[in-house]
Structure formats: C-alpha cells, structure tokens
C-alpha cells in the first residue's frame, strides 16, 4: 500500500532557529512530490518536486528530493511566527502507471515558532 | 475569482440527514480532487474527476456517498444518511491539465461537517 511518512509530527522551537522537516514515501508510479502549508484552512502550495537532486527555494524555504533513497526535506531559516503552521507532504501517484494521479498525503509536521 | 470555492464553509447536521456540498475550481482547470481529512491527519483522497467523468474513487467512498461534476464545471458531493464518523473537514482541489505549465493542485477553503 502506498505510504507517506512525515517526521517529527510536531516541533517547536524560537523564532531566528532553523528547521528541517521531513518525507519519506513508498508509492508505486511515482510521479511528483508536493509540500504544503497548511493554516486552518485550504493547503496552500509551496513546491513541487520531480527530480532527485535540484533544489528549489522561495525565500527562506527550500526544498530537496532523493527518489533513489526515497525521501525530501523541507528546510526553513530565520523562522518567523508566521512560519507556524501544518506542514504537509504529499506525493502523487499515477495509478497503473497511467496519466491520472491523485495526491497520497502525510499527516503532517506542526511547527509552532516561539518568539 | 481565480481560487477554488466551495460551500458552505460549515455545516451542522443531525445524524441520519443527507448533507451536500458543492465545489466551484479554477475555470481552466479540468482535474477535480475531493479529500476528507479529520483531526491530526493529513487529507484522504475520496474521489478524482477529469473533466465531467468519475474516474477514481477511494475504498473511503461507501455507497452513502456520492459525487457528480456535470458539465464538468462545478462538482456536488452528497453524504447520505450521515454518521458521526462522517465529521470532518471536506477538501476540494482542483489542478490544471497534465503537462500545463502551472501543474500544482489548489485547494479550496473546505467545508467542515459535523454531526450531532
């Protein structure tokens, strides 16, 4: 069965620390790897990942994927208040190695950013 | 409007009353996503349109409930005969076609059920 796993699910540390979140996974016909953060509401997207090796950055975020060892990093820097939220990592899967994918979730990292 | 929309944003039922919810997605897209996700856990896949065809639905999906996108414009998800386990935050997400520039899912603000 395919599975996300996040780590830690909740975390808490001081504003100006630096955090590293984490994703593994075990899905057959991967196709891409999404984070998300999550404030009460509706997900909002911060990235998507399809090859292993390439980082991607928006500001003080930024993000990794390794396919071979099956595993990505969230990292967040000079963390701020605002940066307290749900962080959820999900991957998408094509079924029967097919076009159509849904989205297979973790339950999510909470960090809360003290000041 | 270029978010995804959905509606009510709450609703309260008594158990045993049918409940529907309706989700507008961005117009360009034709992928259309329901998630159920509840307390602690990350959302759970239900059901997948392309365009105005069912084309996936989870093992989560029992008979009593159903979902429909006609015109492939806006969908409807109904909840029979509702249960406590229902309760639950109803999450609506909608992506552009496959191999389009901005490929990324956007979610809708969700409707949270609760039954009583």
């Known amino acids: 069965e395919d599975k996300v796993v996040q780590s830690p699910l909740s975390l808490v540390v001081h504003e100006g620390d630096t955090v590293t979140l984490n994703c593994s996974y075990e899905v057959t016909n991967f196709r891409s790897l999404l984070w998300y953060k999550q404030e009460k509401k509706a997900p909002t997207f911060l990235f998507m990942l399809?090859?292993?090796?390439i980082e991607k950055k928006s500001g003080r975020l930024s993000s990794i994927l390794d396919k071979k060892e099956l595993f990505s990093i969230l990292n967040i820097t000079a963390t701020q208040t605002g940066d307290s939220a749900v962080y959820l990592c999900?991957?998408?899967?094509?079924?029967?190695?097919?076009?159509?994918?849904?989205?297979?979730f973790g339950k999510g990292t909470k960090l809360s950013v003290k000041p | 409007d270029t978010g995804v929309s959905q509606d009510p944003r709450h609703k309260i039922t008594k158990r045993g009353q049918n409940v529907t919810f309706r989700c507008d997605p961005i117009?360009?897209?034709?992928?259309l996503y329901w998630y159920r996700q509840t307390l602690g856990q990350g959302p759970e896949f239900l059901t997948y349109?392309?365009?105005?065809?069912?084309?996936?639905k989870s093992r989560l999906l029992s008979d009593r409930f159903s979902a429909e996108r006609p015109k492939g414009s806006f969908s409807t998800l109904e909840i029979q005969r509702t249960e406590q386990g229902d309760s639950a935050m109803y999450l609506c997400a909608s992506a552009p076609k496959q191999g389009t520039a901005n490929y990324g899912y956007t979610f809708g603000s969700g409707t949270r059920l609760t039954v009583v």
């Open positions: 999900a991957v998408e899967a094509s079924k029967y190695g097919g076009s159509q994918g849904n989205l297979i």
């Open positions: 117009s360009e897209h034709n992928r």
């Open positions: 399809t090859s292993s090796g």
């Open positions: 349109f392309q365009n105005e065809a069912q084309l996936e």
